[in-house]
């Protein structure tokens, strides 16, 4: 098992230092001994980062393997799609990834965009109407103007998509991104990745995946993927439409 500790170098000195028999006996006192196979583990931010962190003890340090984390915005996007927030926050992140974490110590802005503060933005988006014209205010005051300007530029961008109907109705011909590489044209694709694979049911599996099979392969292996992981959508998964664009996707899924 672990034991973890959380804001670690928050504490005052004096308190980390009494954290020393812990780390080197996994024992508090002469009372309790922790069995065989726990850890104990301490999480803190950098003194860098500007969180008011106090100096560990170098005595402390010594009795700990130290190691950074890298920040992941894959993974952020992961939490995201699995806590069932907004598709097309979702499908933001994985857009403009370098927007994930915009924290710049040089400045003084007080809201920048964090996985915590995403995560405010997920429930935002829960609790307002799309149309509410105070959103926009709301989401930066959690992550920033700038990158709240990002995410309502890119859900523009999503209203404008070929709507779910038409593309049931007509998989064929219903009109589909460009294919360029330019921004939007990418932010397009981004976007039907997460409008599709939040759509799609065992009812119009097929027409959707007929879809795809007119769209660049790479986003239609990400939006089988997005399904696949989805224990929502297993029957999906067992449609035979869905099971022929995984398998003409075989070389690009993970």
Not at 25 to 30: I, N, Q, S
Not at 97 to 103: G, R
Not at 181 to 210: E, F, H, K, Q, Y
Request: net charge negative; hydrophobic share 40%; charged share 20%.
């Amino acid at each position: 098992g672990r034991v973890m500790f959380d804001e670690a170098s928050q504490g005052m000195q004096s308190v980390t230092n009494s954290l020393t028999q812990l780390l080197t006996d996994l024992r508090v006192g002469a009372e309790y001994s922790f069995p065989e196979g726990w850890v104990i583990v301490l999480l803190s931010n950098r003194p860098e980062d500007m969180s008011g962190t106090t100096k560990m003890g170098s005595h402390t340090n010594n009795r700990l393997s130290n190691y950074n984390v890298q920040r992941d915005p894959a993974a952020v996007t992961d939490y995201l799609k699995k806590t069932g927030a907004d598709p097309r926050l979702v499908a933001w992140t994985r857009w403009v990834p370098e927007e994930v974490y915009t924290f710049e110590k040089r400045t003084n802005e007080v809201c920048f965009s964090t996985p915590r503060a995403l995560v405010k933005v997920a429930n935002i988006l829960k609790t307002l109407d799309a149309d509410d014209p105070r959103i926009e205010r709301f989401i930066g005051g959690a992550v920033g103007v700038a990158v709240a300007s990002s995410i309502m530029g890119f859900f523009s961008i999503m209203s404008e998509l070929t709507s779910i109907s038409s593309i049931v109705a007509a998989p064929h011909d219903a009109s589909i991104p460009d294919a360029s590489m330019s921004r939007s044209a990418i932010g397009a694709l981004w976007a039907t990745v997460g409008m599709l694979s939040n759509a799609v049911t065992p009812d119009n599996a097929d027409a959707i995946c007929t879809y795809w099979k007119r769209l660049p392969q790479d986003y239609a292996a990400v939006f089988c993927m997005d399904v696949i992981s989805d224990k929502s959508k297993i029957d999906v998964v067992e449609t035979r439409a869905f099971t022929e664009l995984r398998l003409s996707l075989k070389g690009l899924i993970v």
